[in-house]
């Protein structure tokens, strides 16, 4: 029978192990089983470039990347499901600048966008633009805008999510024109491209990869771009601040953790999705895609939310939107 002084030892060394384990994140060597990685939409941009990335990630890290479609709330239900997750590595997901800049002026929510979560980087920046059909009469912006303000109603346009800097976009130019226009609200990206291809709505508003190939099928033209620099795809449409107007939509796909994921942990992940964005075939499926390849560091990525939520905030109170004035 062991002595006192012997068990004491023996209890005293058992503990050491397992919590060294437990803070180190995993029992073993991470990662030891599959890695959930939360997408906020489903389908385009985001789903597309997220799922190249992961599959990229995963010849770092040694286990699968399973990618879950959490579409909602613009973005915020899956930012809420990233933020809730266990600090362990196994849960990751995309953050946008919508639910991190703009959900949080218009609504409660369940996350804090500098409280909530462990940045890791920003891999790709978003660019929006009108569209209409290639056989709408209006052929620049200034024809549809000068439309649009004569027929105060009468013309609708398609956008994913409310909240969503597609939306936003098209509200601002609304705003400085002084236009009322509808919008018509989808879950996903087909569905709004589909509307405006079909003759359901005038206009749609959208990522480069969702309706790109439509303008090279000659199917839909681009009016200008709402970002800070011409399409690449479509480099003769010029930008909106190019024809005066004095804003651009700007918007980041980043990755982040929930907050308290041990740092271990926090840089293998941060090698590994680092590794991937060198990847040359990762970068064909991005310009395929139509998706730009802009880094940044979580530093770097941090900054910018702090930016873009002061930015925001200002936009959102001038549209009326914001939620202490909804009540």
């Not at 209006?138 to 013309?155: I, Q, R, V, W």
């Not at 226009?181 to 709505?201: I, N, P, T, Y």
């Not at 271990?264 to 390849?293: G, Q, S, T, W």
């Amino acid at each position: 029978m062991k002595s006192r002084k012997e068990a004491f030892i023996f209890v005293a060394v058992w503990t050491a192990i397992l919590f060294s384990g437990f803070v180190g994140g995993a029992w073993g060597e991470y990662p030891e089983r599959p890695i959930t990685m939360v997408c906020p939409y489903a389908g385009g941009t985001a789903d597309a470039s997220l799922r190249a990335l992961a599959n990229h990630a995963e010849k770092t890290l040694g286990q699968p990347i399973v990618v879950s479609n959490k579409p909602g709330a613009s973005g915020g239900l899956a930012a809420g499901l990233i933020a809730a997750a266990r600090p362990d590595g196994y849960t990751i997901g995309m953050v946008t600048f919508g639910p991190l800049t703009m959900g949080p002026h218009m609504w409660d929510i369940t996350y804090d966008p500098f409280k909530s979560f462990e940045y890791m980087l920003a891999f790709g920046k978003y660019m929006y633009g009108p569209c209409v059909r290639s056989d709408s009469p209006f052929k620049t912006l200034k024809d549809l805008l000068h439309h649009a303000k004569a027929n105060p109603g009468k013309m609708k346009y398609s956008t994913v999510g409310l909240a969503t800097p597609t939306h936003f976009g098209m509200m601002q130019l609304a705003k400085i024109e002084g236009i009322k226009w509808d919008v018509v609200v989808f879950k996903e990206v087909q569905g709004a491209v589909s509307a405006c291809l079909g003759g359901h709505v005038d206009i749609v508003s959208q990522t480069p990869s969702a309706v790109v190939p439509s303008i090279k099928a000659g199917q839909l033209r681009l009016l200008a771009s709402m970002s800070d620099t011409r399409w690449k795809w479509v480099p003769d449409v010029p930008t909106v601040r190019e024809l005066g107007y004095n804003f651009d939509v700007v918007s980041w796909l980043a990755l982040a953790a929930p907050k308290g994921v041990p740092k271990n942990i926090m840089d293998k992940l941060n090698h590994a999705f680092n590794k991937a964005l060198e990847d040359p075939e990762f970068l064909k499926i991005m310009d395929r895609i139509y998706v730009p390849v802009v880094y940044r560091t979580a530093d770097e990525f941090k900054k910018l939310v702090a930016e873009g939520y002061k930015e925001n905030e200002k936009l959102i109170r001038e549209l009326g939107l914001h939620k202490s004035q909804k009540k």
